[in-house]
């Protein structure tokens, strides 16, 4: 076999079945044939034909008759004839995937509030973004009995052009306690009641398809009014008192804490809602202070171990001082003298009357 047609052969083994239009766009000019698990075949002008080292393809197993991908198909036929390096194959192969033109949801992380009973509170939002509507929902709303929905607290929708957002409030229980703040769209609720605690939410609605979610988890707490402080004395002996203060808010005690302190400042004495003192009489008297303290308010109240503990000492009897001794003596002597006295005339009249 000559050489001629030992190449013949070999070129005939290697070639690739190509459409009237590929082969015309090949022409002359070299061009690289991408296949399956086979080495890279290069054909030049004068058609010499060379092996190069197999490279794996990121398109490998996928030829222009495969039905992988439409318009992929149009896209690898002249990109792969024309030599375009893997990089460029891969920017189109992106191009070509179905894009995701669902709205998207995002939510914040909750936002816990505290509001004090018969006072109102803010449930925050900031809504500088255009939105379509606003919905904000109560603690376990109802649905309506006829279309199932869940009924939300209110609905505050864009206004015509130049006007205000109307807001409306479907949950009969907040009628009249709800308003909108007009720039951030906050909703205050006023007049609360305990029945209003409880995880609020709002959703969002935005003019780009887009929804934005958040909860406000509400808790209510009264407002502390002076503690009340129950006083426990017991005297030792030696002139020794110890007082137990008990100080109580009339509140859970759950969200409460207490400190004891001294009214003229210094270290926090304790942290319980009992404070034990010791006292000794005739001392001075320190007082202590008991503070209340809840998510809302804090307030405070006084107490004397003095007037604790001296109020069950007996009564002592007086000590005689030296100036009411010396009185006492010299009125003796006085009357002891004036006795004196009276008893020498006594005996002298006597002596003159008799015969």
Same mark, same amino acid.
């Given at each position: 076999?000559?050489?001629?047609?030992?190449?013949?052969?070999?070129?005939?083994?290697?070639?690739?079945?190509?459409?009237?239009?590929?082969?015309?766009?090949?022409?002359?000019?070299?061009?690289?044939?991408?296949?399956?698990?086979?080495?890279?075949?290069?054909?030049?002008?004068?058609?010499?034909?060379?092996?190069?080292?197999?490279?794996?393809?990121?398109?490998?197993?996928?030829?222009?008759?495969?039905?992988?991908?439409?318009?992929?198909?149009?896209?690898?036929?002249?990109?792969?004839?024309?030599?375009?390096?893997?990089?460029?194959?891969?920017?189109?192969?992106?191009?070509?995937?179905?894009?995701?033109?669902?709205?998207?949801? %995002?939510?914040?992380?909750?936002?816990?509030?505290?509001?004090?009973?018969?006072?109102?509170?803010?449930?925050?939002?900031? %809504?500088?973004?255009?939105?379509?509507?606003?919905?904000?929902?109560?603690?376990?709303?109802?649905?309506?009995?006829?279309?199932?929905?869940?009924?939300?607290?209110?609905?505050?929708?864009?206004?015509?052009?130049?006007?205000?957002?109307?807001?409306?409030?479907?949950?009969?229980?907040?009628?009249?306690?709800?308003?909108?703040?007009?720039?951030?769209?906050?909703?205050?609720?006023?007049?609360?009641?305990?029945?209003?605690?409880?995880?609020?939410?709002?959703?969002?609605?935005?003019?780009?398809?887009?929804?934005?979610?958040?909860?406000?988890?509400?808790?209510?707490?009264?407002?502390?009014?002076?503690?009340?402080?129950?006083?426990?004395?017991?005297?030792?002996?030696?002139?020794?008192?110890?007082?137990?203060?008990?100080?109580?808010?009339?509140?859970?005690?759950?969200?409460?804490?207490?400190?004891?302190?001294?009214?003229?400042?210094?270290?926090?004495?304790?942290?319980?809602?009992?404070?034990?003192?010791?006292?000794?009489?005739?001392?001075?008297?320190?007082?202590?202070?008991?503070?209340?303290?809840?998510?809302?308010?804090?307030?405070?109240?006084?107490?004397?171990?003095?007037?604790?503990?001296?109020?069950?000492?007996?009564?002592?009897?007086?000590?005689?001082?030296?100036?009411?001794?010396?009185?006492?003596?010299?009125?003796?002597?006085?009357?002891?003298?004036?006795?004196?006295?009276?008893?020498?005339?006594?005996?002298?009249?006597?002596?003159?009357?008799?015969?």
């Amino acid at each position: 076999m000559d050489s001629e047609s030992y190449q013949s052969q070999r070129l005939s083994s290697h070639a690739v079945t190509r459409t009237p239009h590929e082969t015309a766009a090949l022409g002359r000019t070299p061009r690289s044939v991408l296949r399956a698990g086979a080495t890279h075949q290069t054909e030049s002008v004068d058609g010499a034909i060379g092996k190069a080292p197999a490279e794996p393809s990121l398109f490998s197993g996928v030829t222009p008759e495969s039905p992988w991908h439409p318009d992929l198909r149009l896209v690898l036929q002249p990109a792969r004839m024309a030599g375009a390096p893997r990089s460029f194959l891969l920017f189109l192969l992106l191009l070509s995937q179905p894009r995701d033109t669902s709205p998207g949801m %995002s939510f914040c992380s909750p936002k816990w509030v505290n509001g004090i009973l018969g006072e109102s509170v803010v449930l925050p939002l900031d %809504s500088e973004a255009m939105f379509k509507r606003i919905t904000w929902y109560a603690p376990s709303p109802h649905q309506d009995a006829a279309s199932g929905r869940r009924v939300p607290l209110a609905i505050v929708t864009m206004g015509g052009a130049g006007a205000l957002p109307r807001l409306a409030v479907e949950a009969k229980r907040y009628r009249g306690r709800v308003r909108l703040h007009s720039r951030t769209y906050s909703l205050e609720i006023s007049n609360l009641t305990m029945a209003d605690e409880g995880k609020y939410k709002v959703e969002k609605n935005l003019i780009a398809h887009d929804q934005y979610g958040c909860d406000y988890p509400l808790s209510i707490y009264k407002r502390l009014s002076e503690p009340e402080i129950r006083v426990h004395p017991v005297m030792a002996g030696n002139g020794t008192c110890y007082v137990t203060f008990t100080c109580s808010a009339g509140e859970r005690a759950w969200h409460l804490t207490y400190t004891w302190t001294r009214p003229a400042g210094g270290a926090v004495l304790s942290t319980e809602e009992s404070l034990l003192v010791q006292h000794r009489l005739g001392d001075e008297d320190s007082p202590v202070t008991c503070t209340a303290t809840n998510p809302v308010s804090n307030s405070s109240a006084s107490a004397s171990p003095k007037a604790a503990c001296e109020g069950l000492a007996p009564p002592q009897t007086p000590a005689l001082s030296y100036c009411r001794a010396k009185g006492i003596l010299v009125l003796g002597v006085l009357g002891t003298l004036l006795a004196g006295i009276l008893t020498v005339h006594v005996l002298a009249a006597r002596e003159q009357t008799r015969p």
